[in-house]
């Protein structure tokens, strides 16, 4: 029993091996392009950028990349999201692309 309750308390003190992934992962037709996100990379069709931070705000994603490049995914839902680039000012609607 001691050792069953140890086990459970060593458990429950470290972090989640297996996080969920964020709401964003997968593909998507972007209108002007495919984009391509994993948990840790962005692919706009140039190959993948590995993804330095990502902020959640409510529903809503900041990621950010090398040279402080950020893009923003809001109203993400299982079959669709928004994209929007900090720097260019430019916004997609975004269709999850299912395989």
């Known amino acids: 029993m001691f050792r069953l309750a140890a086990a459970a308390l060593l458990l429950s003190a470290l972090p989640a091996i297996a996080a969920e992934e964020p709401p964003y992962v997968g593909?998507?037709?972007?209108?002007?392009?495919?984009?391509?996100?994993?948990?840790?990379t962005y692919d706009s069709g140039e190959g993948p950028m590995p993804i330095?931070?990502?902020e959640k705000d409510g529903g809503a994603?900041?990621?950010?990349?090398?040279?402080?490049?950020?893009?923003?995914?809001?109203?993400?839902?299982?079959?669709?999201?928004?994209?929007?680039?900090?720097?260019?000012?430019?916004?997609?609607?975004?269709?999850?692309i299912v395989k």
């Open 27 to 40: 593909t998507w037709n972007c209108e002007v392009a495919t984009f391509t996100f994993t948990a840790d």
């Open 52 to 54: 330095v931070k990502s």
């Open 61 to 96: 994603y900041t990621l950010t990349f090398a040279d402080d490049y950020r893009i923003g995914l809001a109203n993400i839902t299982d079959s669709e999201m928004d994209w929007a680039s900090e720097a260019s000012g430019d916004m997609f609607h975004c269709k999850k």
